[in-house]
């Protein structure tokens, strides 16, 4: 069985006491994750009792006013006697269960339950998996898909669920799993999943037609009972790949006829089901610039037949030339989402969401903001988030996540306040400047596995925990949402362990950037893999991510007065801010401009001596997180203390061989010594 998550841990037993349920439920509605195994029970698994007088917590359902489907209500009664009565209420089923796991996590983080109230910032709330029907997980470093897998070896088969099973067919069927996993993400408050991988090779485009789709569609139930809408990725290709036809032109009658019957066919098998995700003319997937058309044709013929029944089609932004020369200096990969994009604005239909990820390059530790956010003002916008740690680590690595993607949402656009209402910052114009809000949000790809505790390293489970925190309460704090993760998850530890894990999850990112590419630079990665370093890996390649570094200097110039003119994509105050050596954030300036080895940051120190101090700085901090670790030993459950001790030497080596290899590569190109005559391996 699988480790334990923060909602099914001992102190959820605990916070759960001696309470007795009972759903009062005034829509008729059921709140399926209360059935368990065909009995209605409480999340703990006890039985419910009828009689709201008779029950300690009352689960109170359509009974409120509010406006949002997912806000709710704690509030406490003081009866008789001692006798105090929680009533948690909602709209719906799935807000009142969104009220309940607040209530076990405020217990459990000893916080007030007398009277609190809470809505969501963002409407869709979504995880995108990049699982794929062989099993395996693209840039999944957590064990096996929980969805998809090799059945004849696979022990885990809950034959309640499926009696009669057909013939092999890629379903890992593990049900008991994915139902654990759905209370996880519904506790904190996730409502949208994509259950493959955006890149749709082989059997993966068969998902959305039977066979395989009824077992989508088991798949969708236990999501759905969770209040988690299922979503498909679909390779645009299909109608030719599964249709038969000749072509997959969008504005061909034929093709539309076709995927309006596919679409017609899954609501028949999922009638809740929450649409498509779409990858297209990106990376070598297809599209319908192949038929000279662009990306709204393809996403609004989609977006009509979905639209009758309810759906919504998500048509991603990472689209730009991978094809590449990298002697050619003209074209800037950071550029292409806005050019490839913004010409668009206003011409989607009202169920199409545009997903963009929040970085003009890929997730690495350090970009600014993509400046599509914040321009588009006519679209639906999701902003994509990568909880899986590709660029960061790879769940070997410690790095706590929430910091980057915080001030990523806290970012004022400087879009006009005649649009905003006053407020730039992505987290409210995400809602805001979305034509139709229930269709924007944030999506994070997702960082689970079949591992034991799901993701690898244990402490990575707070990074998907924290995903959905942000999006439901966008103002709360990476501390504040680490707290709660800590007190969920090692309630036994005590304060001085307590504060040792804290101390190492709040550096972490830190410290990562600080032994990876410096300055906002980028990629310096091991090539394919992006785990490790390679300062010259992507140098001479096609994926348009160089550095540029000779002996002078280091960056990429993207001013308008003499790089590429990325800045000019900016609203005018923060194109000026970057456009401007001076008043470009250090941490991004290497992203920005191409400076001299001598150039003098905001710090005061050179470029070259802040890259020796953050590469000397970041390994040593990881040898302070072995000491702090092993403080811990004890306070904690062997097992986990074991998984992350055995990662923290593999940290080690990795920050230790990008310190050395980045420090002595600067060396070489600038032969500046460093100022402290610390060891670099010249
Ligand atoms: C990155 C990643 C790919 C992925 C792609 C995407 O480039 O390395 O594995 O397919 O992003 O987001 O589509």
Redesign the pocket.
Known sequence: MADAMWLTGPVIRAAAGSHVFCVDNATGETPVSLRLRGEIVDVFGRPLVSDPAAADVVLSIGRTSFDSDDAFRIREERGGGDGVRTFIEGNTAAAALYGLYAWVRRIAAGQSCADYESAPQQSLRMIDH?DQVDGSV??GYAGESIFFGDLDSNEHIDYRYFPARPGADPFRGDMARIEAYARMLASVGVNALALN???VRGRAADLMVQPLLGRVAQIARVFSGFGIKLFLAINFAAPKKLGGLSTADPLDPAVRAWWSDVIDGIYEAIPDFGGFLV?AD??G?PGPMQYGRDHKDGANMLAEPMGRHGGIVIW?A?VYNCKQDWRDRSTDRAKAAFENFMPLDGQFADNVVLQV?FGPM??QVREPLTPLIGALEHTNLMV?F?ITA??LGHQIDVNYVLPQWLSMTGFDTKAPAELTGGDGRVRAIVPALSPNPRCSGYAG?ANVGMDKNWTGNKLAQANLYGFGRMCWDGEATAESILDEWLALTFPEAGEAATKAIRGIMLTSNRTYENYCAPLGVGFMVVPGV?YGVSVNGYEYDRWGTYHFADRDGVGVDRTVATGSGYTAQYRPDNAAMYEDVDTTPDELLLFFHHVPYGHVLKSGKTVIQHIYDTHFAGAAAVDGYIEAWDSVRGSIGEADWANVAERLQRQRENAIAWRDQINTYFYRMSGVPDEHGRTIYA
Do not use: L, T
């Open positions: 990049w693209e840039r991988n955006v890149n990858k990106a990376e997937e991603r990472f990820k890929d997730f994509e990568q590709e660029y790809v992006h």
